[in-house]
């Protein structure tokens, strides 16, 4: 064994693999700070100069690109509330309020340094692990991969914010909607109404950027201001490295976990971030910062966020079974490769196993330490009038969503949804709630049916059920005990019109009620899971319902952000409807002429009115983004959404 | 610099320059030969699953064969179980032989049982190539049956099959275990064979089958290891189309013979014809690549002649030996009959299966 180190060691520190790493560390970031551009585009750049290359080199390269896009991404999501992929959406919580708060550059370098621990925390615990792996990873079988996702639910109560009823309800709308699609058991379609483009779900990608990025932008473009509010780059990086080392056995617990529940085939990756970022809201002494710009609300999900990649080459190493996204690609990589992943790379490759592993945290450092680099430059995005950056932001939400499925579907999805999350986020309905709902839905409800028909109701009394049903319940005794007591003063200003907060919480009931309906002639084992999510999301929002009507003026039920606001300092010029209208001509815009002529239009019309550039800056900056955007498109061969026009005047543009 | 052309272009048609500025289009009548052009490949399944990987190792050959070495994008277009993707190939595709579609056998299957999600028509397009492909059925070690003669020991047994679905490719499996009379309970939601094939490894689950590819990689070693027990191979088509054994796994028995090694006869009937027919279209002719209806003939040449070259190179030859198994890559007339075979399904086979999945799984479709 110590000689398959040795050797693997070998193939990691020679001078032409650390070449090859960079290079691909370096694909990586311009592919990872694009969100929705993950591995599958950096794959499609990598793969003509893989075929025939040296199998070590290649691996090399495919590590460095897949290992660093769970980093970059997060320079979308701090500073800018989007989250680059399922991985960074625990990041947004208090990431991007930093970023208001003009520390942005502080935010990032914690981020990074966490991620870079916990990469290497990573690697150093696959060394040993993965030669026993096996018998472990096994040992958790459908039942404990569903108490973990019950472990994650059980983070609501964290997320829930000021009203747990409306945190509940907004979790059942969550898994009410991940229930979308084929049932896992029976594969009937549920709530598809026929559109073929629903039978799979909802993308994770797309309602994660109509949940948090759509209503952030709204409300930026409303301001008028910068994103950090001050204009200017606060506490800087120095301040980010003093956090992390502040909070070292934070990173390294969640490094740790970050690598074990990583590993665990099935389910890991998914769950991660969010059970960290629980974690530490439930272990912290003083909440009161978390979701308006707590670093540990930062560190806790980067430093599992780069573990977790670590543990997914666990079963993709072991079993052949990608433990993630990403994972996938690097499987499919390995394969073109020749390289057959699976217990006999251990048996006979333990050398390449070990190169691969620890190439994993080398491009870990390598990618986090540019990073951190760039992040001082990178963070003054925030201090530019939003009216310049809102079009960007908008076009590249629209293009990333676009890339989840590459139907129009994704864009129609991203636009209700995130007219959804407006009021969702203005009502202080919570957005974290709704989306641990979304992401653990189809995981709980399978692995329930599973367990049920491998094991009768006995799975119950498995060990493994019980420890994490153990954790469970301490988790909810934590939330419960150290609650924050108070209920916050501005919840009075609120209650001035309360009318449109009935309203939506009515829209929410009836929501609820149509997935009753749409399910209840469904066979058993198709309507069991929505059914009982729908009742008792239904419970839930009559329940809030009943209060708005019912309870004073000062109860914590009642919010609305938008009167908040109103009497802050100086009231918004336009409604937030306003904006989503912008937004909509371009979606609209796009449908008639293309993606590419429409956001040119787009930007003339934005910037010229909204803004008020001047017309030289504002031909350059249409131009500058049309050009990025072809210039992205050829070199990563993406599909950028046709317009109507180009085929009803037979327009053929391909090359 | 493909899209610096279209995005220049777009933006010019919009200023009203109109689409006399558009460089990329094709002058009517021109050689076929595909120099200088990007030909696209859809895929309708996600990056990383097994037919993204057989299309990524085709291309790159297809890119050195094929008259006028064209760059060949792989487009994945996954969802609706690959019906979006082929629905768009039919709707969208233009036929001048810049765009191709690689089906599997999970298109194949919901067009061949009238899945109202299927808009495509299989003898609209070209067939220009077809990839078989084989699988293997095995058994836990715990109930110490050697090979598929002693199959008549667990039959009272209930064995758990960890399954995608039932109208997925996994039909092959569980009509092939209910004709040969095993009592097979059948879990689903598992996502690919491979959690599949983890849920075996943990013992959750006891009967399970992998392609051919999965199997040589991931289960052999299970079988050294004692804990899985190879039953049969689906087998594979001889030119006549007849069941026999899989050159991949010439020391199995094939399902039939593995029927007679149980029940003393061959296996008939139409449970039989009904699955021999969907073993065609899931397995036989797994994975096929087409031309838009339409393509002019010259055009289909550069492909079929391309794709001859592609087949015949030793490098390929090496590489799909090692990652699609050792099975005739199929062109020309050949895979034009391989074709029509796994979609010209009898009536009465399409009929009986749909009752079947009716009557045994609940599924409507």
């Known amino acids: 064994m110590l000689d398959a180190m040795l050797l693997g060691l070998g193939h990691v520190l020679s001078g032409e693999h650390f070449l090859f790493l960079c290079l691909g560390v370096l694909l990586g970031l311009v592919i990872g700070i694009l969100p929705g551009l993950g591995g599958i585009a950096g794959m499609s750049l990598l793969l003509p100069f893989l075929y025939g290359m040296d199998p070590i080199s290649a691996l090399a390269m495919l590590i460095g690109l897949i290992a660093v896009i769970p980093t970059s991404d997060t320079f979308t999501s701090v500073l800018m509330g989007i989250p680059g992929s399922s991985g960074s959406q625990a990041t947004v919580l208090d990431g991007f309020p930093l970023s208001k708060k003009g520390e942005a550059a502080r935010a990032l370098t914690a981020a990074f340094a966490a991620s870079l621990v916990g990469g290497l925390v990573g690697a150093l615990i696959l060394t040993a692990f993965i030669l026993v792996a096996r018998p472990l990873v096994l040992s958790f079988g459908s039942a404990e991969l569903f108490m973990l996702t019950v472990l994650g639910l059980s983070m609501v109560g964290v997320l829930a914010g000021r009203s747990l009823v409306k945190g509940l309800a907004a979790c059942g709308l969550g898994l009410a909607f991940g229930t979308l699609g084929g049932a896992p058991a029976t594969g009937e379609f549920r709530m598809t109404f026929d559109l073929i483009y629903l039978t799979d779900g909802l993308p994770l990608v797309v309602v994660g950027l109509a949940l948090f990025a759509l209503p952030e932008i709204v409300d930026l473009m409303r301001s008028g201001r910068s994103i950090s509010e001050t204009a200017r780059l606060g506490a800087g990086r120095l301040q980010g490295l003093i956090d992390v080392i502040r909070h070292r056995w934070l990173v390294l617990r969640c490094s740790i976990m970050g690598c074990l529940i990583g590993a665990l085939p099935g389910l890991g990756g998914t769950v991660v971030d969010w059970i960290m970022y629980g974690h530490v809201v439930q272990t912290a002494r003083d909440k009161t910062q978390f979701g308006k710009g707590d670093i540990r609300g930062v560190i806790a999900p980067e430093s599992a966020n780069n573990a977790k990649e670590g543990g997914g080459l666990v079963p993709t190493l072991l079993f052949g079974v990608p433990g993630s996204g990403s994972m996938a690609v690097f499987l499919g990589g390995m394969v073109l490769l020749g390289i057959e992943p699976g217990v006999r790379m251990l048996q006979y490759q333990l050398d390449l196993t070990y190169a691969i592993i620890w190439s994993l945290a080398l491009a870990n450092v390598v990618g986090a330490g540019a990073c951190i680099l760039l992040s001082r430059p990178v963070a003054k995005l925030t201090t530019i009038p939003y009216g310049y950056l809102a079009p960007f932001m908008l076009m590249v939400i629209l293009f990333a969503s676009y890339q989840a499925t590459r139907h129009w579907g994704d864009i129609l999805a991203l636009f209700l949804l995130g007219f959804v999350a407006l009021y969702l986020k203005r009502f202080g309905w919570p957005r974290p709630a709704f989306l641990i709902g979304f992401v653990l839905a189809p995981a709980s409800e399978t692995y329930l049916y599973q367990a049920v028909q491998f094991y009768g109701w006995d799975w119950i009394w498995r060990p493994g059920v019980l420890v994490i049903g153990a954790l469970t319940l301490g988790s909810i005794y934590l939330g419960i005990r150290f609650a924050p007591k108070e209920v916050e003063k501005t919840a009075a200003a609120a209650a001035e019109n309360p009318w449109p907060q009935r309203i939506f919480a009515l829209l929410i009931l009836g929501f609820f009620l149509v997935c009753l309906w749409d399910n209840l002639d469904r066979s058993f084992l198709g309507r069991v899971f929505p059914v009982t999510v729908a009742g008792a999301g239904a419970l839930f929002s009559l329940l809030a319902v009943v209060l708005l009507f019912r309870a004073g003026s000062g109860h914590a039920i009642y919010t609305d952000l938008d009167r908040e606001s109103a009497v802050g300092d100086r009231p918004p010029e336009r409604s937030a409807e306003h904006y989503l209208l912008w937004f909509a001509a371009l979606v609209a815009g796009t449908w008639l002429i293309g993606l590419l002529p429409a956001v040119f239009l787009f930007f003339l019309a934005f910037l010229r009115l909204k803004a008020g550039a001047s017309w030289a800056l504002t031909l350059l900056l249409a131009v500058a983004a049309v050009g990025f955007l072809v210039f992205m498109g050829g070199l990563l061969t993406i599909v950028y959404p046709e317009g109507l026009l180009e085929d009803w005047i037979g327009l053929d543009l391909r090359p | ?365």
């Open chain 2, 1 to 365: 610099m493909t899209y610096l052309r279209k995005g220049l272009g777009g933006v010019a048609a919009v200023l009203g320059l109109g689409a006399a500025l558009v460089t990329g289009a094709p002058t009517a009548a021109q050689a076929a030969d595909l120099s200088g052009r990007t030909v696209e490949w859809i895929i309708p399944f996600a990056a990383g699953g097994g037919s993204d990987v057989w299309a990524r190792i085709y291309a790159p050959f297809m890119q050195r064969h094929l008259a006028g070495q064209p760059n060949v994008v792989v487009r994945n277009v996954p969802g609706g179980g690959s019906t979006i993707g082929a629905n768009q190939f039919q709707q969208r595709a233009r036929p001048d032989g810049r765009t191709i579609l690689g089906t599997s056998g999970s298109t194949q299957f919901p067009y061949l049982l009238d899945d109202q999600r299927v808009q495509y028509e299989y003898r609209d397009w070209i067939p220009i190539l077809a990839s078989p492909t084989g699988g293997v059925a095995y058994i836990s070690g715990r109930f110490g049956i050697e090979d598929a003669s002693q199959l008549d020991q667990v039959m009272e047994t209930e064995l758990v099959y960890g399954s995608q679905g039932a109208t997925s490719l996994d039909l092959v499996p569980l009509l092939a275990f209910d004709i040969m009379g095993m009592n097979v309970r059948a879990v689903f939601g598992m996502q690919g064979r491979g959690e599949g094939r983890v849920a075996f490894e943990r013992g959750e689950v006891t009967v399970d089958y992998q392609t051919s590819a999965a199997y040589i990689s991931r289960v052999t070693p299970l079988v050294e290891a004692g804990e899985a027990v190879p039953l049969f191979s689906w087998g594979a088509l001889d030119e006549d189309g007849n069941l026999v054994r899989d050159p991949t796994f010439p020391d199995l028995p094939h399902f039939a013979e593995a029927y007679e090694m149980v029940h003393g006869e061959a296996p008939s009937g139409p449970a039989w014809d009904a699955w021999k027919a969907f073993f065609i279209a899931g397995f036989a002719a797994q994975k096929m690549v087409f031309l838009p209806g339409g393509t002019p003939d010259d055009m289909v040449e550069v492909w079929r002649e391309g794709l001859d070259a592609v087949v015949a190179d030793p490098e390929f030859v090496e590489a799909a030996q090692e990652e699609l198994g050792a099975y005739p890559q199929v062109t020309r007339a050949a895979a034009e009959r391989i074709v029509e075979m796994a979609i010209n399904v009898p009536d009465e086979a399409k009929e009986w299966v749909k009752t079947w999945l009716r009557e045994k799984y609940n599924v409507d479709i």
